[in-house]
């Protein structure tokens, strides 16, 4: 058995997963991969005092720790009755004794698909954040890559009862047929407890079962065996973050590197799987330039990706980019600009590099592409609408046709949006037939 590329110290089973012959043999898989792991079983009341003693529920940004452990994992089971999950939910948090954050809910079962739409109450472009409003489908919360400015450390919460799972998410491409990819995950790294957790080659099966529906895979890993033990090529994308040789090596250390990453994707497209890439999030280390140019030639005269997409590191403010990332490795122009800037983007989710800043990396990086590719759409990931007025002519798209890595319309060798994105999602925002949306702190979450 071949271990996983991280050894958890130890591992928890919801004792309700041992009652399930499907979910039991999944943990078994899991734990023969890590023989290096202690092996707990849990009941829901046990949970909050796990927790704390665990320090779960104050695991910081990776970068800010001299150390940083491997993550435990904790195996339980997905609920789709909503009122369950919230009972669960709150006798966990009451029982609490901690003063931190935990994702509660997730632990309790919840939040298997969720509504996405840029934090907003409307379906409409978030100025700060033009990204896709969709459904998105998850397979539980954490990750192993121990990047520098990520807080999904500590734990990887992963639920086991797949075949229950793929008969609701049935249900919810039923009632969605507006809506084409489906990205799965992104507050975890599905591929890094692969094969062995068995969860993706079911859902890639069942996706190509579909005929016009699509699974995005969002990974970082290079572990790509369980994908291509699946078998079923067909209607499975997967989009890699690339980041550039410096970034990966030494701020994302648990992560495949960059060369791993391009190989990775070399193994899928041989293997009939559409491959995209993320450049996100591009951080600007003082070889950047290079770094940029290295890693795109890589990808690009190794694989024909579908499409490409560019994010600047943001979602932090300057104090918290230099409590994570030692500030010596950073562009010290880069780095200046983010501090004289901080007044001015207090609060705001592009920061802590001002737009000027974020233009130019944007621009070096389109260069670089078109060198070796004039044709391969680019485009902006989760950028601000400034932004799109900035680049969007140069780009040849504009904020409502722009085909990206996981969004809800971009379906393989498309190259442009037919129709709009914020149109196209409406149907998910109404009541239809027995199910509709409703928000709750961690997104939007299916009701009947
Ligand atoms: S690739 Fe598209 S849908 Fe995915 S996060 Fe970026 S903008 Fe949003």
New binding site residues.
């Given amino acids: 058995m071949r271990p996983l590329d991280f050894a958890p110290p130890r591992i928890y089973v919801l004792d309700q997963v041992w009652q399930r012959p499907a979910a039991a043999r999944r943990a078994e898989g899991v734990i023969a991969a890590c023989p290096e792991a202690e092996v707990r079983t849990f009941t829901c009341a046990d949970l909050p005092d796990i927790v704390v003693a665990e320090g779960w529920d104050r695991f910081p940004r990776m970068g800010t720790l001299d150390n940083i452990p491997p993550p435990s994992l904790l195996l339980g089971l997905y609920q789709f009755d909503p009122a369950r999950v919230d009972a669960i939910a709150k006798s966990l948090r009451t029982a609490y004794q901690g003063s931190g954050s935990f994702p509660w809910n997730v632990a309790a079962g919840g939040g298997a698909f969720t509504f996405f739409c840029s934090a907003l109450q409307e379906l409409r472009p978030n100025p700060e954040h033009?990204?896709?409003p969709?459904w998105r489908l998850h397979q539980g919360r954490g990750c192993p890559h121990q990047c520098a400015y990520c807080g999904l450390g500590g734990v990887i919460i992963s639920h086991v009862n797949t075949e229950e799972y793929i008969d609701q998410l049935a249900l919810l491409l039923r009632r969605n047929p507006w809506q084409k990819t489906w990205?799965y995950d992104d507050v975890m790294d599905v591929p890094t407890l692969e094969p062995q957790l068995d969860t993706l080659g079911p859902l890639m099966r069942f996706f190509e079962q579909t005929g016009d529906r699509y699974l995005i895979i969002h990974t970082k890993s290079a572990r790509v065996d369980g994908l291509l033990a699946a078998d079923a090529p067909a209607n499975t994308i997967v989009?890699w973050s690339l980041s550039g040789a410096t970034q990966s090596r030494h701020l994302e250390p648990g992560t495949g590197t960059t060369e791993e990453r391009v190989e990775a994707a070399v193994q899928c497209q041989q293997a009939g799987i559409t491959v995209r890439f993320?450049f996100k999030p591009i951080i600007p280390v003082r070889s950047w330039r290079r770094d940029a140019e290295q890693a795109v030639e890589l990808a690009l005269s190794r694989t024909r990706p579908d499409n490409l997409?560019l994010?600047a590191l943001m979602w932090m403010q300057v104090e918290q980019l230099e409590s994570c990332i030692d500030p010596s490795v950073l562009d010290p122009e880069f780095l200046q600009a983010a501090r004289a800037a901080a007044a001015d983007l207090r609060g705001v989710r592009v920061a802590p590099f001002p737009h000027a800043c974020r233009e130019r990396i944007y621009r070096h990086y389109l260069q670089a592409i078109r060198r070796h590719d004039a044709n391969v759409p680019v485009t902006l990931?989760?950028e601000s609408l400034d932004m799109w007025k900035s680049l969007g002519a140069e780009l040849g798209y504009t904020p409502v046709d722009y085909v990206?890595?996981?969004?809800?319309g971009a379906t393989p060798g498309l190259r442009r949006l037919p129709t709009s994105p914020w149109n196209d999602a409406r149907p998910a925002a109404e009541a239809t037939g027995d199910a509709v949306f409703v928000r709750q702190a961690e997104g939007y979450v299916m009701r009947r």
């Fill in positions: 033009v990204c896709r969709q990205l989009a993320k997409s994010t990931c989760t990206c890595g996981c969004g809800a």
